[in-house]
C-alpha cells in the first residue's frame, strides 16, 4: 500500500506537470492571438507587391538605412489577385503599403476603401502586344499589325493573352477592345478571338515567360500580350531585338502605390511610398520592370528608343472603370466560360 | 456491467470537461461554417444553385470523383489480393511504395504529375490532357487506400476456401468472383465512398493541373472568394459542396461501421506463398505498381536533378533562394520552418482535444444517444472540405472582436480542425479496447481515475496515440487549401511556396519545385518505411 502511494504521488507530479503544460499552451494560444494582431514592431514596414515587382537587396538596405524602418516584401500575384487580396482582408490588412494596383483596378480599390489617402502614381507603360520576328521570319509569313488581324484564321492558335479578372494587362486588353469597337462590336471581337484559339492565362508572368515563343521560356504561341517596352529585354547577341510590338489597340497604364487603411505603420507605409517616388528608386523601373518612371528627368536606357515605339493613339483608358467592371467581366466569363 | 468507465458515469465533473472542446469546436469550427453559411443563404443563393453554370460544376465534380473511384478501385484488386492475401520477400517494401502516394500533400502529387505533362509534351491538347491528368493524380493517390482498405480485409479471409475452390477446378478469376468478391463487398463499397469522397475534395490537385480550365466545385469557390469577389455565390457553392461531402462521408461510415480498419489492426499470419498459378496476378498488379506509382515518384526524384543541360544539384541549391525573378516573398527553407512549425502546434493542439474528446466519450454509455452526437460534434470537420473552411475563417476572423487571421496562428490552428477528427477515430477504438476488467481490478486495488488515466489507459494506447500524432503531422504539412487562403507573405507554408513556384514561369522556379518534392518524396517514404517495420500496418 505505502510503496503505491508513493508511486501515486509519482503520478500525480506527472499528471499536474502535464496538465500544466498543456494549460500554458492554451494560456500562451490565447495571449498570442489577442496581442497578435497589433504585433509587427513599429519598426517593420511591410510592402505588398504584384509579382513582377523587383526591389535588390542593395535598395532594400538602401532604404532601411536612411528610413531606420526594417522593410518586408509580399508578393500576392497579379495585379488584379493583389486587389482582391486586399479587399478580402481589409479590416486588418496584410502590409501598410500597397505597389502595383494599376488605372485598370484602381477605382476597385478606392471604392472597397482599401486605400487611405490618395493614390500616387509611380510608372506607367503602354500595354500591346508583342511578337516573335523570328518565328514570323522562319514561318514565312508577315506578322500582324493590328489587333484585328488576330481573329484571321492566318493567326489561328497563335495568341496568349492574360486572364482580365485576374490580371491587370488582361483587363487593360479588354478594356482597349471595348474602346476600339465600342459597346456592340467588342463581344464579337471576343468570340472570334476565342475561336480562333486565343490561350488565356492567370498572370503576365506566365503569358510571357512560359508561353511565348520569343521570350526565355521558348513557349508555343508567337504571339503575346505584353508592354511596348518588353523588345528592349529580348535583344539578341546580333544586336537585335527577337521581339517588336503591334502599335494598335495599345493601353496605357499607370501603376500606383499607397498606404493602406488600418495600417500597422502608416508612417512607414508613407516612407516606403516617398522611396519609390525617390530618383533614387525611380531608376530602375525601365532596367528592372520595363516600364516607364512617372519622375520627370529619369534617365531611359539607350536601347529603348532602339527597340521600343510609343503608339501614337491608346484606347481605354478613359473609360469609367467603376462603372463597367464587373458588366465587362461578366460579359467576358460569359464568352470564355 | 461495465459501460466505458461507469465508476465515473455519475460524477458530473467528467462530462463537463467535454466543454473545452465543445467550445474549441463552436468558436473555431461552427462559428465560421454558420457564418460562411448564413453568407451564402443571403442573396439569391437558390438561382445560383439552379444555374446551368452550377449544375455543370456539381455534375463535373461528381462525375471526375466517380470516374477516379471506379478506376482506383477497379485496378486495385489483383494489388491487395498480392499484398495481403499472399505472403512472399519484398512484400513490405512493396506495401511502403503503395502507401507513398496517399500520404504525399496534394500538391507535390500535383506537381509530379505537371512534370509529366510536361514531359509528355501534351500541352497541346490541353483540355483532354488536363482532364487526364487530374484523374491519373487522383487514382495515383488514392490506389494506395484502395488496396490498403480492400487488402486487409482480403487479408481475414480463409485462404483454404479458395485453395479447396482451385482443388475443384475453380479457376482463379472463378474462385475470386464466386468466393472473394461477395466477402469483400463491404470492404470495397467502404473503400469507394472514401476514395469518392476524396475525389470530390481534390482541390490542389485540379487547381494546377486544371490550367484555370477545369473547374470543380472547390477550385470555383476559391476562384469566386479571391478573384470576383463574389463571396455570395462562393458561399451558396459551399452549400452544394458541403451536401456532397456529408453524404459521401456518412455513407463511408455507415459502411465501414462493421469491422472494416482503417488504421491499424493486426493481420492474420496464415496466408499462403506466392505459387505459380499467382503468376497472372502478378502480371496484372505489377505493371500497376511500377506505371502508377513508381513512375511518377521516379519522375519527381529525376527531375529534381535535371536542368536544361544536363545532371545537377543547383535545384536543391536555389531553395535558400526566392526563385527566379524573386517570385517568392520567403525562401523554401524558411516555407520548411514555417511548416514545421506549425506541424508541432497542431500536433499538440489536436492530441490535446482529442485525447480530452475521447476521455469524455467514453464516459457515456455506448448506445446512448448522448454518445453519438457528442462524437458526431467532431467528426462533421471531416464532411467539410478545406476550402470550405478556409473560406469560413477569411470571412469571419478578418476583423472584428476575434481577429484572428492576423494572427500567424490561424493556419495551425484551422489545421488543427482538420486533424482532431481523425485523432478521435483513431484514439477512440484503441481506449474503448482498453479490457473492463482491467480497469476494474485498478478500482478494487483503489486506483483513482487519474491513475487509470494515466498509468493504464495511456501506456496501452500508446502506439495509437503515436499513429495519430503522425497523421496530424502529415494533415498539417500537406495541408494547401486551408494555407492557400490563411497564410500570407512571411507566413507561407511549403505548399504555399510549392504552388506559387509551379505557377509561375522559369526553369528555375520550376527546378526549385521538383527539388523540394523530392525531399518530400524522400521523407514521407523513409517515414512510412520506419513506421511499417514498427507497426506492421501504415493506413
Redesign the interface.
Known sequence: MKK?SRQ?RR??R??NTAIGL?FA?GVA?VI??VS??GTSKVTDV?L?TH??F?MSPELIAAFNAKSGYNL?????GDA??LT??L??????P??DAVYGIDNTFSSLATSAGIISGKFQATDYGYVCFNYDKNWFAEKKMSAPTSINDLVLPAYKNLTVIE?P??SSTGLSFLAATIDKFGASGWKPYWSSLKSNGV????GW??A???DFSGS??KG?YPIVLSYGSSPADEVRDNGQSQTASILDGCFRQTEYSAVLKNAHNPKGAQAVIDFLLSSEFQNTFPTTMYVYPTLSGTPIPATWSAFTQIPTKTYGDKLDFNAGRKGW?ADWSAIFG | MLTGLPFLANKPGVKALGLVPLAFFALLFYWPLAHVISLGLRGGWLGDLASKKSVDLAWFTAWQATLSMLIAVGISFPTAYLLYHRKFWGQGLLRTIVAIPFVLPSIVVAIGFFSLRKSANLDGLVGHSNLIFIIAANVFMNFGIAVRIIGSNWATLDSSLDDAASLDGAGPLRTFWSISLPQLLPAIAAASSLIFLYGATNFGIVLVLGGGQIKTIETEIYFSATQSLDLHRAASLVLIQSLLTIVSLSLTFKLSARNLHFFSHELPANKSALSRKDFSVQILSLPVIGLLIVAPLLGILLHAFRSDNGWTLRNFQHLIGFGARNVLSISVLDAAVNSCRNAVLVLLISLFVGLLICNVAIKFSPRSLSRRIFEALFQIPVGISTVVLGLGYLTTFGGGIFPLRSSWLVTPIAQSILAIPLVVRILLPALLAVGPDLIESAQTDRATPGDIWWLIQIPIVKSAIYLAAGYAVIISIGDFAAANFLSYGDQATLPNVLFQLISRPGAQNYGMAMAASALFVALTASVIFLTERREGSTL
Do not use: F, M, P, W
Request: glycine share 4%.
Open positions: 503505491k501515486q503520478n500525480q506527472t499528471k498543456v499552451l494560444l498570442s492571438v497578435s494582431s511591410t505588398v509579382d513582377s523587383v518586408k516584401l509580399i508578393k500576392a488584379g489577385s482582391n487580396r479587399i478580402l482582408t481589409k479590416n486588418s496584410i502590409a486572364n479578372k485576374t490561350k488565356v492565362d492567370d508572368e506566365t510571357y515567360y512560359t526565355s521560356g508555343s467581366l
